[in-house]
């Protein structure tokens, strides 16, 4: 009898990982749920060993799908399987696309491969983890269960276009501040490392007395000269130091709560993050995935691990009994709308459509803070610049000015 490996999710909100033999996938999850386990990822372990090893070493090295190509491969596959066509002739058909990377065409290779033997596609895909995650893996295991393939492909595809839009929306509108930022610093440090010197020389010839002013920007100047390779040096090491702080579990909680504290960026921070996790919580409740299931596997989509904890701590709530709005809302980070939202869709039966409002309303809000802090930021920044532009050539400019009055 063939051996499935499992991780699955108790009522009390643990997880447990193991084994248990059965005759399909449908069977064991059952046999899991009978048990009082949540199924997150069902694998059989003789097709995964069934690979040679070194098939699995040149697979294991091959470069993971981008979330950009991801959701163009959901959207033809829900296409091609809406349209009648079968899993395998769907996927067989996108492998055949010569406009595809080399990489995406060996990984659908390998996955039609896995299909061929009569493996089942979110198996197929759990050999490559860093190309489909478990979010993704866990939504198509549902699709095959209740038979909605094409529906649910579709669904995936809306939802990794909409993520994918709004990750470019919040790194386009930092754009224009990131390089008026650059370009002013590239002035300033040629400004300070090169012009200023050069007239330093003239001033110490006259030996006459400098304004304060020139005298902070000369003494600014003339540390950028000798230490200035000194200091890159340091901001690099120091970059790579946090860097590697970030790592660490501890460091990463306290910086992720510090973030979501800073005004007006914690906001807006929270409202990307609660939109990731109820666009994510509505696709996999209408995939008719347990509660349980479903906020394990929002969960792992989110950054934040402050949040991340928040979500862990309401799995627990869920599995003990209490409602989901109720286990959201006792942090009281997350917005009373969306607390609101979901109360009303489990009243009412209709939680995934909630869900769906929240994180559109999310999305809106915010679109609508990035665009008053990049309002904000831009004359900001521009000002800031400008001044100390001006302050270093109001420094140069006034001896030279006092030095014209001594002479008339």
Same mark, same amino acid.
């Given at each position: 009898?063939?051996?499935?490996?499992?991780?699955?999710?108790?009522?009390?909100?643990?997880?447990?990982?193991?084994?248990?033999?059965?005759?399909?996938?449908?069977?064991?999850?059952?046999?899991?749920?009978?048990?009082?386990?949540?199924?997150?990822?069902?694998?059989?372990?003789?097709?995964?060993?069934?690979?040679?090893?070194?098939?699995?070493?040149?697979?294991?090295?091959?470069?993971?799908?981008?979330?950009?190509?991801?959701?163009?491969?959901?959207?033809?596959?829900?296409?091609?399987?809406?349209?009648?066509?079968?899993?395998?002739?769907?996927?067989?058909?996108?492998?055949?696309?010569?406009?595809?990377?080399?990489?995406?065409?060996?990984?659908?290779?390998?996955?039609?491969?896995?299909?061929?033997?009569?493996?089942?596609?979110?198996?197929?895909?759990?050999?490559?983890?860093?190309?489909?995650?478990?979010?993704?893996?866990?939504?198509?295991?549902?699709?095959?269960?209740?038979?909605?393939?094409?529906?649910?492909?579709?669904?995936?595809?809306?939802?990794?276009?909409?993520?994918?839009?709004?990750?470019?929306?919040?790194?386009?509108?930092?754009?224009?501040?990131?390089?008026?930022?650059?370009?002013?610093?590239?002035?300033?440090?040629?400004?300070?490392?090169?012009?200023?010197?050069?007239?330093?020389?003239?001033?110490?010839?006259?030996?006459?007395?400098?304004?304060?002013?020139?005298?902070?920007?000369?003494?600014?100047?003339?540390?950028?000269?000798?230490?200035?390779?000194?200091?890159?040096?340091?901001?690099?090491?120091?970059?790579?130091?946090?860097?590697?702080?970030?790592?660490?579990?501890?460091?990463? $909680?306290?910086?992720?709560?510090?973030?979501?504290? %800073?005004? /007006?960026? !914690?906001? +807006?921070? #929270?409202?990307?993050?609660? =939109?990731?996790?109820?666009?994510?919580?509505?696709?996999?409740?209408?995939?008719?995935?347990?509660?349980?299931?479903?906020?394990?596997?929002?969960?792992?989509?989110?950054?934040?691990?402050?949040?991340?904890?928040?979500?862990?701590?309401?799995?627990?709530?869920?599995?003990?009994?209490?409602?989901?709005?109720?286990?959201?809302?006792?942090?009281?980070?997350?917005?009373?709308?969306?607390?609101?939202?979901?109360?009303?869709?489990?009243?009412?039966?209709?939680?995934?459509?909630?869900?769906?409002?929240?994180?559109?309303?999310?999305?809106?809000?915010?679109?609508?803070?990035?665009?008053? $802090?990049?309002?904000?930021?831009?004359?900001?920044? %521009?000002? /800031?610049? !400008?001044? +100390?532009? #001006?302050?270093?050539?109001? =420094?140069?400019?006034?001896?030279?000015?006092?030095?014209?009055?001594?002479?008339?």
């Amino acid at each position: 009898m063939p051996l499935f490996q499992f991780e699955a999710v108790t009522y009390s909100g643990k997880t447990e990982r193991g084994t248990v033999e059965g005759e399909s996938l449908k069977i064991v999850r059952q046999q899991l749920i009978n048990k009082g386990l949540v199924p997150v990822l069902i694998t059989d372990i003789v097709a995964d060993h069934a690979l040679p090893n070194s098939e699995k070493k040149l697979f294991a090295g091959n470069k993971s799908i981008s979330s950009k190509d991801l959701c163009v491969l959901t959207k033809q596959l829900a296409l091609l399987v809406r349209s009648g066509i079968s899993i395998e002739e769907s996927l067989r058909i996108i492998a055949e696309d010569t406009n595809i990377k080399s990489h995406t065409h060996k990984l659908l290779e390998t996955v039609l491969t896995d299909i061929r033997s009569g493996i089942p596609l979110s198996q197929a895909l759990a050999s490559h983890p860093k190309s489909f995650g478990t979010f993704f893996r866990g939504v198509v295991a549902a699709a095959e269960q209740s038979g909605q393939m094409g529906h649910v492909l579709s669904q995936v595809a809306i939802f990794l276009e909409k993520r994918e839009a709004l990750k470019q929306k919040a790194l386009s509108a930092m754009v224009y501040p990131a390089m008026l930022i650059s370009v002013s610093l590239m002035v300033i440090i040629f400004l300070m490392t090169y012009v200023v010197p050069q007239i330093v020389r003239v001033f110490e010839s006259t030996k006459q007395k400098l304004p304060i002013i020139t005298q902070i920007v000369m003494a600014i100047s003339n540390f950028l000269t000798h230490w200035g390779l000194l200091l890159l040096i340091a901001l690099l090491a120091g970059s790579l130091v946090f860097s590697y702080l970030l790592r660490k579990s501890e460091f990463k $909680f306290w910086f992720d709560g510090f973030c979501l504290k %800073i005004p /007006v960026i !914690g906001r +807006l921070l #929270l409202e990307f993050e609660t =939109a990731r996790f109820s666009g994510t919580m509505s696709l996999l409740v209408e995939a008719n995935i347990p509660i349980l299931s479903a906020l394990h596997h929002a969960k792992n989509t989110l950054s934040n691990t402050v949040l991340r904890k928040i979500v862990e701590d309401a799995e627990v709530r869920v599995s003990e009994g209490s409602s989901l709005a109720k286990s959201l809302a006792y942090q009281g980070i997350f917005s009373p709308i969306l607390i609101h939202l979901i109360r009303s869709g489990e009243a009412s039966g209709k939680l995934a459509e909630m869900l769906q409002y929240g994180a559109e309303n999310s999305e809106q809000q915010a679109e609508n803070k990035t665009k008053v $802090f990049t309002n904000l930021l831009e004359p900001i920044l %521009i000002l /800031v610049m !400008g001044f +100390l532009v #001006l302050g270093i050539v109001m =420094a140069v400019m006034q001896p030279i000015l006092e030095m014209n009055n001594g002479i008339r």
